[in-house]
């Protein structure tokens, strides 16, 4: 069992950067992949960014290569997402995820674990 939560979020303007960070709690986070995921009203839930454990292997949604960077501090049990250049589409819900099997999945049927959720909104 692990538990998350997220913080970081908050309004930013166009081109401006946010930090993310989701922190975990339970058991040794370092045994978890961890994605990121985002939501916004009356759209499903999409992939953002996963890291794999391990190795550390990255995945992005197209649409955030280059200007996002998730990475994770094991001995803080924490993973971050660095918002970079950010536009008024990446607004939405952002929530973190666990996944105990280490895969680094671009799926949310993968991930066992859900933060609360930290909103993000980015201005024009």
């Known amino acids: 069992q692990v538990q998350l939560v997220e913080s970081g979020g908050g309004l930013v303007q166009t081109g401006g950067s946010l930090r993310l960070s989701c922190a975990a709690s339970g058991r040794a986070f370092s045994s978890y992949a961890t994605g990121w995921f985002r939501q916004t009203p009356g759209k499903e839930r999409e992939f953002v960014a996963a890291?794999?454990?391990?190795?550390?292997?990255?995945y992005y949604q197209d649409s955030v290569k280059g200007r996002f960077t998730i990475s994770r501090d094991n001995a803080k049990n924490t993973v971050y997402l660095q918002m970079n250049n950010m536009k008024p589409e990446d607004t939405a819900v952002y929530y973190c995820?666990?996944?105990?099997?280490?895969?680094?999945?671009?799926?949310?049927?993968?991930?066992?674990?859900w933060g609360q959720g930290t909103q993000v909104t980015v201005s024009s």
């Open positions: 890291i794999s454990r391990g190795s550390g292997r990255t």
């Open positions: 995820a666990a996944d105990n099997l280490g895969r680094g999945s671009t799926a949310q049927s993968q991930y066992d674990y």
